[in-house]
């Protein structure tokens, strides 16, 4: 039966993938970090970590820095990369901004949709469209801004 430290992490086992080379000094940071802790890297976790880091990609340091600076076991994402990846939901002024401004088109096309009328000139379909396709887009957003104001208050 092999001995718990022959099953241990060290900087060339496993090695690191190809992609992270550039990130090997950190790797060996992380490796000290974990034994700091009294929770030394196994293989089969480090294996686990650098497929992590892998998917990681160009954010691979500041997450092996990030982890480190929290003390953490593993090895997460800084906050702003974790929620840069969800959707965020817009405020209450962004839906109103766009909706705004959705208006404003539409009453642009509208008042030159009926100065066309009224000089008995041939309109043209294509304002028409935009003009039914800007009020298509209003109605959701004006649902949403209602639903956000009403949760708010």
Same mark, same amino acid.
């Given at each position: ?6 099953? +241990? @992490? ?5 090695? +690191?993938? $190809?992609?992270? +080379? $550039? &990130? /090997? #000094? ?27 880091? /892998?998917?990681?990609? #160009? ?6 820095? $990030? ?12 906050? *702003?990369?974790?929620?840069? =990846?969800?959707?965020? /939901?817009?405020? &209450?002024?962004? &839906?109103?901004? *766009?909706?705004? @401004?959705?208006?404003? !088109?539409?009453? #642009?096309?509208?008042? /030159? ?16 469209? #935009?003009? !039914?396709? +800007? =009020? ?18």
């Amino acid at each position: 039966m092999p001995s718990k430290k022959a099953n +241990l @992490a060290t900087i060339n086992d496993p090695p +690191l993938p $190809h992609v992270l +080379l $550039h &990130i /090997e #000094d950190l790797w060996e940071e992380w490796i000290e970090h974990r034994k700091e802790l009294g929770k030394p890297l196994t293989i089969r976790s480090a294996r686990m970590a650098l497929r992590r880091l /892998e998917e990681a990609g #160009d954010a691979a340091a500041a997450w092996i820095e $990030h982890s480190i600076a929290c003390g953490y076991q593993g090895i997460f994402p800084p906050p *702003q990369t974790a929620s840069s =990846t969800k959707s965020k /939901e817009p405020s &209450i002024w962004e &839906i109103s901004q *766009q909706l705004e @401004a959705k208006k404003n !088109q539409r009453m #642009d096309i509208w008042n /030159e949709y009926a100065l066309q009328y009224e000089s008995k000139r041939a309109t043209h379909p294509e304002a028409w469209a #935009d003009y !039914q396709r +800007l =009020t298509k887009e209003i109605r959701p957003l004006e649902k949403q801004l209602a639903n956000m104001r009403s949760r708010a208050s």
